[in-house]
């Protein structure tokens, strides 16, 4: 009985997070009068995404409110990319394709990508999306308004998280169960500290001349998960950061499976859980609270630790406007994460590089 009770403190440590992260994060609205004086320059580094890029561009263009700008970044892509971009850019002149130059070493990919970008926009602010993300239409209008009337330097948010198949129901939810389960404050602008900074890399609004005093990703070119190493530095150097709520200023389908999910996961996770002194933490954690009430079933403190759980899951995914499928699956949820972060670490510690879109990095995460 005594384990039992243990899962139940344990499972009580998200559900009091996630209800107060849930209350406060932030739902933002586009300003009545629109933006007038602003111009967001929405920023997409893109590689590989005929598949994507085209509704992506589609939807920003909709984008109203504010003056817009877009910029696409082909980053050696080895499809029609390019193409489909320099064509809809003759149709429409708020289109700017190109090329990036070859990748020096000590940067990412996507971090290069997004540094070149920033130079050639000419926006107030920069809002980095990534290809698979498509932008409602007041998302860049009320988020750059309410980064000016919160003087908040860099916002982020997850956008919806579209599914299509098993694999990424075993994967995603993963992203909102940890931001709004287990971040102090839930990445909100009240509190100034690094470690507890939050970013969604699908999803970024910078002020430009912040992003420039900071560094900009040029301060963070060897990560491979920019959103929440630009926060951190942000941060760092004493400005303001705020998560708010992404599902409704933007949709995103990141994965086409779980083959794809676990590489994507994998690939972040050395810069986030996947460390050798905290992983064993945050598996007593995760485990604790979601897996073992299931081992200790009949015991009542297990059962309620259980309905505790499958309730802050619900809340959740209903706030993120996931699919409400996936909650059946929360437990099997939580045990593939724990088995990416591992498998993440092992990788580390054997020296193998992470790989993406025919690229390699080396293992360099060290605590």
């Not at 708010?244 to 972040?268: I, Q, S």
């Not at 403190?301 to 259980?306: D, K, R, Y």
């Amino acid at each position: 009985m005594g384990w039992a009770w243990l899962t139940l403190a344990l499972a009580a440590l998200p559900a009091i997070f996630g209800v107060v992260n849930l209350l406060l994060l932030p739902r933002l609205r586009a300003p009545a009068g629109g933006s007038p004086g602003r111009l967001v320059s929405i920023l997409i580094p893109a590689r590989d995404e005929a598949g994507n890029i085209a509704a992506c561009l589609e939807a920003a263009l909709s984008s109203r409110g504010v003056e817009v700008e877009v910029v696409v970044m082909d980053d050696g892509s080895r499809d029609g990319t390019a193409a489909i971009v320099a064509g809809l850019a003759t149709a429409d002149p708020r289109i700017r394709l190109l090329q990036a130059p070859p990748l020096p070493a000590g940067w990412t990919g996507k971090v290069h990508a997004c540094a070149r970008l920033a130079e050639a926009a000419r926006g107030t602010h920069l809002l980095f999306i990534d290809a698979d993300v498509r932008l409602a239409p007041e998302a860049a209008a009320a988020m750059a308004d309410h980064a000016v009337a919160r003087g908040i330097a860099m916002l982020s948010g997850v956008p919806r998280q579209l599914m299509g198949s098993l694999g990424e129901a075993l994967t995603v939810p993963a992203i909102n169960l940890l931001l709004l389960g287990y971040l102090p404050a839930g990445g909100r602008a009240f509190t100034r500290r690094a470690d507890l900074a939050a970013a969604c890399g699908q999803l970024i609004l910078c002020d430009r001349a912040t992003y420039e005093a900071v560094g900009g990703h040029g301060a963070v070119r060897e990560v491979l998960h920019d959103g929440l190493a630009l926060a951190r530095r942000f941060r760092a150097e004493g400005h303001r950061t705020e998560v708010v709520d992404g599902a409704p200023l933007a949709t995103c389908r990141m994965y086409g499976g779980f083959g794809e999910a676990w590489a994507g996961f994998v690939k972040n996770a050395r810069e986030g859980m996947a460390t050798p002194l905290g992983l064993p933490i945050w598996t007593v954690l995760l485990s604790g609270a979601h897996l073992w009430p299931w081992a200790l079933l009949p015991a009542p403190p297990a059962i309620a630790a259980i309905l505790l759980m499958l309730a802050l899951r619900a809340a959740i995914t209903w706030r993120a406007r996931e699919p409400w499928w996936t909650v059946p699956l929360h437990p099997l949820t939580v045990l593939v994460a724990l088995a990416i972060q591992w498998t993440a670490l092992g990788m580390w510690a054997i020296g193998r590089p992470a790989g993406w879109k025919g690229r390699a990095y080396p293992a360099t995460k060290a605590a």
